[in-house]
């Protein structure tokens, strides 16, 4: 998955990485998350320009970490709280 060009590992929880990723974008949202199982590469979730600012998905990191979020489940959870 090469579309996110910069990240940042922020946590790990349950064999699962969460970074922060951001996207040159003439979106004032550019933050985004992604989350890699780390026994397959492949498992992978990602999604892009959601946040304003590199806190705001810090934060949401630590939240899907400490609730165990899978790659897999990571854009149905976010949409329940933000608009994709």
Known sequence: ?????????ITSSEEIDYFVIC???ENPRSFGILAV???DAEDIGCTENLF???EEAQKCCMWLAENQ???ITLSEVLENFYKF
Request: include cysteine; charged fraction near 35%; glycine fraction near 0%.
């Open 23 to 25: 996207k040159k974008s």
């Open 37 to 39: 199982m780390h026994n």
């Open 52 to 54: 304003f600012t590199r």
């Open 1 to 9: 998955m090469n579309k996110c060009e910069n990240r940042e590992l």
């Open 69 to 71: 979020v899978y790659p």
